[in-house]
């Protein structure tokens, strides 16, 4: 009977731990950093976020209006995947 549990709850272990495993294979990534950008690179719509990452965003834009407000803070970007196919459409 003991060994008959010690199956169950290794196989119970074994189910949990791959299901966890599965969760965490998503094609995303999210980073915590500080935004910043010097006074010339905010007219030209330049931030630095973090060490590892620049990112330019249209002055007037929602963007950047977002990374202007958080300049010297930090936030959380999230980057995945977006769900299904699109076609690309130019804007004028």
Known sequence: MRKLLAAWITLALLLFALS???ANDRDETVMTVQVSAADHEILEG???LGDGATVIAKPGSPLFAFLSRQRGRKVKVVLTEAAGAELSRLER
Do not use: A
């Open 46 to 48: 330049y931030f630095t």
């Open 20 to 22: 966890e495993g599965r």
